[in-house]
């Protein structure tokens, strides 16, 4: 890992990198004053870039459970300030780092709102306003986690994800914490909580420009980072929306590239038992014969998402639904599982592997409970005929919507429709056995669903009112909730039409974390009311 960084970066001079380090080393110690640091860097190391820093701290430095605690970016970077070059090249607008970039730029505009109104009375009203878009801010987290670190990690610079990652999740926290206590009108608690915000982001965008952006662009190839960009969008940006961008290759597909080496043999193989590279042609599973489409098609739908990780504790594959819960991108593909958590929950994850893989146990499960919101989590050891460890299958699912079940269903019933009425409605039935109550597609056909009734007219806007009402009288509000919070992106998928059915304006409000009268104010505005 020491030495494989390096193969990515510019020449690396490693009798100079040591230089640094000793200096840098002695400097923190308290050995040499600023002016004697300073005066040996320039006599014995000259001219700094970001990346040699990265390197000094991937290959030099000792990890330490309190690496986050103790390390001072503002210290290092002033001691280096006029000897290294934190610039980066002139980049278009829709490069990854420009959208990384954009979002620190308005971030710091927003604290610089926080520091004002610190030192007024508190009217919660404003504040309430300003963290409308505070709490967007940690989109930017989850896409550095999910595409950023990745391909850093497989060069071998794997010290954004083992130390960065944690001061990602402390802003994230406080970002948090001062919403809930902001709600709770816990005016001294709040108003703390606001210097910490000040202080750990700053430090933490500092450290992004200083040397994570800039060691990002020598280490990372133009191409991979146009790879990066359907995954960005994917995963979402805190303040702004990205559109694909219309480039040549998407408008002729390009032509098919000749397999080579192990793809080749696997592709003439298949071909020996009948079996081309086309997507038509079905393949053996246990239980039956598919195409790769309908394959990919079944896990694109399945209720739950799936992960495997292979015996390796690599990441194998995650299943691309469009109820995800947490975000996922291509980039995860071959990453080490271990550094797809934070430090902090590295040790769970450490235990319920290695007790799989021994055999000790078969399975773990998790589940999240809050207010509107049920998440269960189970990972299972993968095992062959033979009983040897193959790998982790983690099955994750909002079952919220199946925790509220009552009673018995035998009907056939939409979404949204009232069973009671759908059961007085519904024709004798005719016949005997299993089912013969339950109408058949023509008869469920016939029937008038409650949905395609007039919606009850939305006067005013309450804690009470049904999210499917406003959505009735609104056509539009379900494409602009978004603005309000990433979270309501949920309603377009398949779960959240189910959702949306049962939800009030209290429901919305616990699911999101936004505070009631909040979004209250907020729909108000997206109608016109």
């Known amino acids: 890992m020491e030495n494989k960084m390096q193969h990515y970066l510019p020449e690396i001079e490693q009798e100079k990198m040591k230089r640094l380090h000793d200096i840098e080393d002695r ?17 014995k190391v000259g001219k700094v870039n970001p990346y040699h820093i990265a ?16 390390e001072d970016i503002h210290q290092t970077l002033h001691l280096l300030d006029g000897l290294m070059d934190t610039s980066l090249p002139n980049l278009p607008e829709t490069h990854p ?28 009203n404003q504040w309430l306003e300003l963290y409308d878009r505070i709490k967007l801010y940690p989109i930017h987290y989850k896409r550095k986690q999910n595409q950023l670190y990745p391909v850093l990690e497989k060069k071998g610079f794997t010290r954004p994800t083992t130390t960065m990652w ?96 192990f793809a080749a043999d696997l592709q003439a193989l298949l071909g020996k038992y009948g079996y081309t590279s086309g997507g038509s042609d079905k393949l053996d599973v246990t239980t039956g014969r598919l195409t790769l489409e309908q394959i990919n098609l079944i896990y694109k739908h399945l209720p739950i998402d799936i992960s495997f990780v292979d015996e390796n504790e690599l990441v194998c594959f995650y299943s691309d639904t469009d109820h995800r819960i947490f975000p996922r991108s ?43 919101l049920f998440i269960y989590i189970v990972y299972v050891a993968v095992r062959d ?100 919070a990433p979270e309501f992106k949920m309603l377009s998928s398949p779960l959240g039409k189910i959702i949306a059915a049962k939800a009030d304006v209290r429901m919305m409000s616990e699911r999101s974390g936004v505070e009631l009268n909040s979004l209250i104010g907020q729909l108000k505005r997206l109608i016109g009311g």
Not at 107 to 124: C, F, G, N, S
Not at 167 to 190: K, T
């Open 27 to 43: 400097y923190h110690a308290g050995d040499l004053t600023l002016e004697e640091a300073r005066r040996e860097l320039a006599e």
């Open 97 to 124: 780092i420009m959208h990384y970039l954009r979002e620190n730029e308005e971030m710091r505009r927003l604290l610089l709102a926080v520091e004002d109104l610190m030192q007024y009375p508190m009217i919660k």
């Open 166 to 261: 944690t001061f990602d999740d402390l802003v994230r926290d406080i970002i948090r914490d001062s919403e809930r206590l902001l709600g709770e009108m816990r005016e001294e608690e709040f108003i703390a909580k606001q210097q910490e915000l000040l202080d750990y982001c700053r430090d933490l965008m500092h450290k992004e420009e200083a040397i994570l952006y800039p060691t990002s662009m020598a280490m990372i190839s133009p191409k991979e980072f146009e790879e990066m960009k359907e995954g960005d969008r994917e995963i979402g940006f805190a303040f702004f929306d990205v559109a694909p961008e219309e480039t040549a290759h998407t408008a002729e597909k390009a032509p098919e590239a000749v397999p080579a080496g």
């Open 55 to 70: 390197y000094v701290e991937q290959t030099m430095t000792e990890e330490s459970d309190d690496e986050c605690i103790r």
């Open 385 to 484: 005929k033979d009983g040897k460890f193959r790998g982790v299958l983690e099955m994750m699912q909002d079952c919220t919507h199946i925790r509220a079940l009552e009673g018995s269903q035998t009907l056939l019933t939409w979404a949204g429709e009232n069973v009671s009425d759908k059961a007085s409605a519904a024709p004798e039935a005719k016949g005997s056995g299993p089912g013969s109550s339950t109408p058949t597609a023509p008869e469920a056909e016939a029937e008038s669903p409650s949905d395609s009734s007039p919606a009850p007219s939305v006067t005013a806007i309450t804690p009470e009112t049904r999210l499917k009402d406003l959505l009735k009288q609104y056509p539009d509000l379900k494409k602009r909730l978004p603005e309000i």
């Open 330 to 372: 291509k980039n995860v593909i071959g990453r080490e599982v271990m550094n797809c958590h934070p430090k902090k929950s590295a040790h769970v994850v450490r235990e319920v592997i290695d007790k799989l893989r021994s055999g000790e146990q078969d399975r773990a499960e998790f589940w999240i409970n809050k207010p509107g």
